[in-house]
Structure formats: structure tokens, C-alpha cells
């Protein structure tokens, strides 16, 4: 079974605050995923990247940056949170594209007070 | 660009009837459809995918038939359990980096 972990599970900050989200797979897959899930709106793409140094923008990227320092880590930062940022955020990976089963980590709850 | 609608935002049954969550798409490339299944305080996780054109697929007791005439790939069930009650979202890949999801539907099953 494909193995897909966030940390932490619950984190609150301040607006404005500083926050930086992990995620480590150890799939040796190559494509890995940030999504965030708001009731109502679905899973929305955030950022995504097919291999260690590199990053694509996805649907909902502003307030957001990611970065991809190996094939395993991949993490997602918040330098000025706000409250539009409170959601529930998910890591994924694939083998090799959106085609291929995406494979989720456990969540990050996030709220920004 | 590529969308997927969900109409169903709730769906309430009692265990052992049958159901079905719509899933309606659009797209311009030739699609790829998936659905996932989200249980509480869990993760999102595969359920099944499509294959070709007018052709059942089936994992776990639950089918869908892609309808590339309608655009529809529709979750059905015969008889639910309570173990079905879950967060059910539709997907559709570009075959390429973008997974795009529908709303999804919450299915709630009782006694």
C-alpha cells in the first residue's frame, strides 16, 4: 500500500502568520500534489510537481507557495496567512499523472484566527 | 475548461435499497473518470475508474458506466450498507498533471 504522510495534523496560527505544511511519500512516485477540501468547492489543486526541483502552478495557487526538495518531500508554505486560508489540506501522489490513482495523505487542518 | 457536476449534495437511504450519485462532466479531450471515496476524519481514496466507452467497471460492490454520449458516469449501488456512509467525489483527469473534482456527495445511510 502506497504511503503518503502530512504533518502536522492540526495546526492554528494567526493572520499573518508564517506556516509551512509537509508531506513525504514513500512511493518513489514521481508526481505529488497539494489540494486543499472546502465544503462546497470540492478538492481544488493548489500546487503540483513532477520530480524533486521542480513546481507547477495549479487552480488555486495565490497565498501559496510550494517547494519540492526530494523525490519524497514536497511542502507547502503560507508566509502571510489569512483566514481565507482555514481549510483542510491534502498531499497526494501518482506514479505518473492525474491518470494514474492519486494516493492521499491523512490531512492537515488548518485554521488562521 | 474541464468541469465535473455533482447535482446531489446530500443523499439520505435505508441500508439495502439501491443508489445511484450522478456525475455529469466536461471536457475536451477524450476523458478519463474516476471516483473517490472519502470517510470520515480519513483520507480520500480510490474507488474505481473508467474504462472505455459504455463499459461497466466495479470495485467493492459499486459499478459506473462511462456514457460518453451523455457525458455521465454515474455511481451506482445495489444495496447500500451502512459502512457506505461516506463523502463520494467524481473526477475527471486531462491525462496530463490535473485531476479535477466535482462538489462531492455526502451518502448517509440508516438503520
Known amino acids: 500500500e502506497a504511503a503518503v504522510t502530512q504533518s502536522p495534523r492540526n495546526k492554528v496560527t494567526v493572520t499573518g502568520g508564517n506556516v509551512t505544511l509537509s508531506c513525504r511519500q514513500t512511493?518513489?512516485?514521481?508526481?505529488m500534489y497539494w489540494y486543499r477540501q472546502d465544503t462546497g468547492h470540492g478538492l481544488r489543486l493548489i500546487h503540483y510537481?513532477?520530480?524533486?526541483?521542480?513546481?507547477q502552478i495549479g487552480d488555486v495557487p495565490d497565498g501559496y507557495k510550494a517547494t519540492r526538495t526530494t523525490q519524497e518531500d514536497f511542502f507547502l508554505l503560507l508566509e502571510l496567512a489569512s483566514p481565507s486560508q482555514t481549510s483542510l489540506y491534502f498531499c497526494?501522489?501518482?506514479?505518473?499523472?492525474?491518470?494514474?490513482?492519486?494516493?492521499f495523505g491523512s490531512g492537515t487542518r488548518l485554521t488562521v484566527l | 475548461g474541464d468541469s465535473v457536476t455533482q447535482t446531489e449534495g446530500l443523499v439520505t437511504l435505508t441500508k439495502g435499497l439501491p443508489v445511484m450519485l450522478n456525475c455529469t462532466y466536461q471536457?475536451?479531450?477524450?476523458?478519463?473518470l474516476f471516483w473517490y471515496v472519502q470517510h470520515l476524519n480519513e483520507a480520500p481514496k480510490l474507488l474505481l475508474k473508467s474504462s472505455t466507452d459504455n463499459k461497466r467497471t466495479e470495485h467493492q460492490g459499486f459499478y459506473a458506466t462511462l456514457h460518453k454520449s451523455s457525458s455521465s458516469f454515474h455511481l451506482q449501488k445495489s444495496s447500500v450498507q451502512l459502512s457506505d456512509s461516506a463523502l463520494y467525489f467524481c473526477a475527471l483527469s486531462d491525462l496530463g498533471y490535473k485531476l479535477t473534482f466535482g462538489t462531492g456527495t455526502s451518502l448517509l445511510v440508516d438503520p
Open positions: 497526494a501522489s501518482s506514479e505518473r499523472d492525474s491518470a494514474e490513482t492519486l494516493y
Open positions: 512511493n518513489s512516485h514521481n508526481y
Open positions: 471536457t475536451t479531450y477524450s476523458p478519463f
Open positions: 510537481s513532477y520530480g524533486a526541483g521542480n513546481l
